[in-house]
């Protein structure tokens, strides 16, 4: 552990500050820490995605799973541990405060056809597959205690049914729905709006968090067969990728991790340890897949180890504390 740690401190500045911060439990005040989120900012990448961030209102939302969307972008750098005291974030997060609805969530501007009952042109209006992930990143960023914030939360919040939250959209939107019956939960939705109550310390516990977790493993156990909204758990769905923005094993168990309450559900710990499986003789995780918008970043390929994707699995481990004896592949389902 102490030559992968070596290895991450002596990797991308985002890393080494990251792995001070997080796994070595290391003050924001040490200089060692204070030098790295310097270097951090001061990154010529960093810098790329913080420009590219800010052109929030210019790039139409036409499918959430566009690695380069500007919403997801946002939430990498919210991820990375940049605030709302980063003079470039809080001018981001003024333009996101812009747009609005009446019930303070916030917009992005897509496009719907009509064929798929969408307006077909050009709307300020949000999704549940994509404001989750906005309040997400103004919460990470500190934002939280913003009334618009806090309102937006509590409304989407609201949204959830027994089986999680739905697919839901915007009045704008009119009657756009993803491919599934409008009974079934949606995972994805289900999975960000759990991601954006961990952030929250009220929700954290709450009984929407409860209900949106047992959703997520349930549909775990029966991956086989139950595939609500074409969100299927299968070959895929296992591979190792990075950044966090989609649907797969990583997200689902970062997110999860970070409730207290999950650490000993067996099937959290089973999915935890088919990620840990993945790693290779020396300890490290190598992507199993990738995003064409992120290549240029260490987890933009599938060749060699990924400092930041080997960081994100080490620290969900031993958030989850699961042991570091070897499991045999048998052991999970495939």
């Known amino acids: 552990m102490n030559e992968v740690v070596n290895w991450l401190l002596n990797s991308d500045p985002w ?93 992005v501007l897509m496009n719907i056809p009509a064929h798929f009952g969408g307006t077909g042109e050009n709307t300020w209006s949000w999704a549940l597959c994509d404001a989750p992930i906005i309040l997400y990143s103004l919460a990470k960023f500190g934002g939280g205690d913003n009334q618009s914030v806090k309102n937006g939360i509590k409304y989407l919040t609201s949204l959830i049914r027994e089986n999680g939250w739905p697919c839901a959209v915007s009045y704008e939107l009119r009657k756009f729905r993803g491919p599934g019956r409008k009974d079934d939960p949606c995972p994805y939705s ?39 909204y074409m969100f299927y758990m299968g070959t895929d769905f296992r591979k190792l990728k990075a950044p966090l923005m989609w649907y797969d094993i990583l997200n689902v168990v970062e997110t ?67 042991s570091a004896a070897p499991h045999s592949e048998q052991q999970y389902r495939t």
């Not at 809080?90 to 405060?97: E, P, R, S």
């Not at 099937?267 to 995780?285: C, H, P, Q, S, T």
């Open 15 to 107: 890393v080494e500050y990251n792995t001070r911060v997080d796994l070595l439990g290391q003050s924001e005040q040490e200089p060692v820490v204070a030098v790295a989120r310097k270097h951090m900012l001061e990154h010529p990448q960093i810098k790329g995605l913080l420009n590219e961030t800010s052109c929030w209102r210019d790039q139409i939302v036409n499918g959430h799973k566009n690695a380069a969307l500007p919403l997801h972008k946002l939430a990498f750098l919210a991820d990375l541990g940049f605030t709302i005291n980063d003079d470039k974030i809080a001018k981001i997060v003024d333009l996101i405060l812009d747009h609005k609805d009446v019930n303070c969530v916030p917009q």
């Open 190 to 228: 289900t999975l960000i709006m759990l991601k954006l109550l961990s952030e929250v310390p009220e929700l954290e516990d709450s009984d929407e968090s409860h209900t949106g977790a047992e959703v997520l493993l349930n549909l775990w156990v029966k991956s086989r067969e139950t595939h609500p």
């Open 256 to 322: 999860l991790s970070h409730f207290n309450w999950l650490h000993n559900d067996s099937r959290l710990i089973e999915m935890a340890r088919l990620v840990e499986l993945k790693a290779d003789a020396d300890g490290l995780y190598t992507p199993e897949s990738e995003y064409k918008a992120w290549k240029g970043w260490d987890f933009g390929q599938k060749k060699v180890p990924s400092t930041w994707l080997t960081f994100i699995v080490l620290r969900m481990l031993e958030r989850i504390r699961i």
